[in-house]
């Protein structure tokens, strides 16, 4: 074991609370004093509301041993399950909402802005950066489709240089990293859109699929009878200095998942319907006639905007909550002044 | 992967949601409904709760992708440091006060039974049972403490054949089962109270230790500025049928930890001093004179009685909270009638 580190007072300071005869009733503000003696008042004020709503949690729920030892032997199956390609804990975060509400509390979107979607535990940073018109799959089961992309700003101006990751899953609804086998990245590439905002690839017209459900996020969602699918979708990120970053997937109009994605991810401006390359096309994207196409325009909102409208949106929602906060990098923690 | 189990409805149920559009406003409801189509009443209900204050969190901090990646981080780190002998996890609910108050909730006290403490992270099932008078460490560093001990009922009548586990660290402040090179128990065993209730063993005066602090929630209690140390104490937990389970622990007057346990395990009747062992009971017990001399007696109630009391407090703080429930199996749930 690593040597006990000194640097930490031994005891507590003059502020500190005495710990003892802890109940029922007083261990809440006991555990929020002696946890508030940072120097980090974002820390503090976000530990003392995990602090809150736990206890408060068990005492509402009269939480029994029995289900506290069963929520320890849950959570830890989900650490020992995840590695480098798997992460268990985003994917409860997504059965349970909180990605998308994270994901909609950080990137507000201007009514022109492309709207978000949620990131998922499958994206990855190996995938290799391709050239317009490349082929991101190795899949030949698949159905192949052509997709024609623009990127521009809220007034319509094409944003040139924006890299932008794409991923999606194989024809049998399996991610590249799903696979035991995996040597190299498929069905996933980064492209770079050019002077006009384009960017187009060869991807495959994708299916819904189940979430990995071996693990304790599955077993929770059968025993809530929650079904484990996603409908069919293609992720896209967009990354470019001074803009927000964008995370979101395009949804396939009339998968049967639609309306009832395991994660939450499916927003209407977001499902489109495909088309098919004509002959014209084919010849201009040296594709095989008649394959699936898909075109869509996606819109980014510069990180200045986005940051007031994140903060101004944040300033109404404390106040309405009846909380007296302040902004602090953007951050809140409680206004003492 | 293992097959996607059919049994799961593929669509949901008539009364599911058309999850369509989240917000953060609309979130929530939409995956408590989601949440709500099992039979399992009391499940349906600790998932309300559960997604109601892990959404309200989000929302009253307005959580930062960078803090809630940090928080998956820090979870899996959690898991991947947990193995057989160590769990991360219950260290983490010890450090939040939240084994101290699920532990109050589950076994309420009358005021002559013994009050509980924390279990923590370092009880194991390997312990061997010795016959009263054995000795329980094999560290020759430590001090030698004679413990002698009885168990009985809130009237004083003795209880025969309870099972109790015992265990502490070593004189290095250190459990058997952090040792790398541990091959057997130690500074542990199981005793069984005589005809009159006692047990008697001898094991070594415990020394105040800092809990783990290599992993996650040494890294989160620095950063709280938080010290990590418990007071020296004993663990005891008591296992009879018909009598409800006592996990608790006696600490030392004077420690300089004994008002500020890094896990909120401290109760003023669980403080005790020790004595020297004299001449005559050196004889009758056999052991050295002068050595310490810890003595206690544990007072059980029935499982019965403390359902009962237990029941009682649940319904009390239940209405209290404004909340309209009602208990099955013990449990409260919603009561919709």
Redesign the interface.
């Known amino acids: 074991?690593?040597p006990?580190?000194p640097?930490?007072?031994?005891?507590?300071?003059a502020n500190?609370p005495?710990?003892?005869?802890?109940?029922?009733d007083n261990?809440?503000p006991?555990?929020i004093r002696?946890?508030s003696?940072?120097a980090?008042a974002r820390?503090t004020?976000?530990?003392s509301?995990?602090?809150t709503?736990?206890?408060?949690?068990?005492?509402?729920?009269?939480?029994?041993?029995d289900?506290?030892m069963a929520a320890?032997t849950f959570?830890?199956?989900?650490?020992?399950i995840?590695n480098e390609v798997r992460?268990e804990?985003?994917l409860l975060?997504d059965v349970?909402?909180?990605?998308?509400?994270?994901?909609?509390?950080?990137h507000p979107k201007p009514p022109k802005g492309t709207e978000g979607s949620v990131l998922g535990p499958f994206h990855t940073h190996d995938a290799p950066v391709l050239p317009n018109g490349s082929t991101m799959t190795s899949d030949p089961a698949g159905e192949p489709m052509l997709a024609i992309c623009t990127v521009t700003d809220t007034h319509g101006a094409p944003i040139e240089g924006v890299r932008i990751d794409i991923w999606e899953t194989d024809s049998s609804g399996?991610y590249d990293v799903?696979h035991a086998d995996r040597e190299e990245p498929s069905e996933r590439c980064v492209m770079v859109s050019d002077a006009q905002g384009r960017f187009w690839f060869q991807g495959l017209k994708p299916v819904s699929y189940?979430i990995?459900?071996?693990g304790p996020v599955g077993k929770l969602?059968?025993?809530?009878?929650?079904?484990?699918?996603r409908p069919a979708h293609v992720h896209f990120m967009f990354n470019k200095d001074g803009w927000d970053r964008l995370i979101t997937a395009l949804y396939l109009r009339g998968d049967?998942?639609?309306?009832?994605?395991a994660v939450?991810g499916?927003?209407?401006s977001l499902v489109i319907d495909l088309d098919k390359v004509d002959k014209e096309s084919a010849e201009k994207y040296r594709v095989k006639e008649g394959i699936w196409l898909l075109k869509h325009d996606f819109v980014l909102t510069t990180q200045e905007d986005t940051e007031k409208l994140?903060d101004k949106l944040?300033t109404e929602?404390?106040a309405k909550?009846g909380?007296r906060m302040k902004l602090v990098d953007?951050?809140?923690v409680p206004d003492l002044d």
Not at 221 to 228: A, E, G, I, K, N
């Open positions: 074991m690593a006990f580190d640097a930490a007072p031994a005891v507590p300071g500190a005495v710990l003892l005869d802890l109940t029922i261990i809440t006991n555990t002696i946890n003696q940072s980090n820390l004020y976000l530990m509301r995990l602090v709503h736990l206890h408060d949690f068990a005492r509402e729920t009269r939480l029994s041993t289900e506290w320890i959570l830890i199956g989900c650490g020992q995840s992460n804990f985003i975060s349970l909402g909180l990605s998308l509400l994270v994901d909609n509390i950080n399996h799903q189940p990995p459900h071996d969602l059968q025993q809530l009878s929650r079904h484990c699918w049967p998942y639609e309306t009832s994605d939450f499916v927003k209407q994140r944040a929602a404390l909550l909380l953007h951050l809140p």
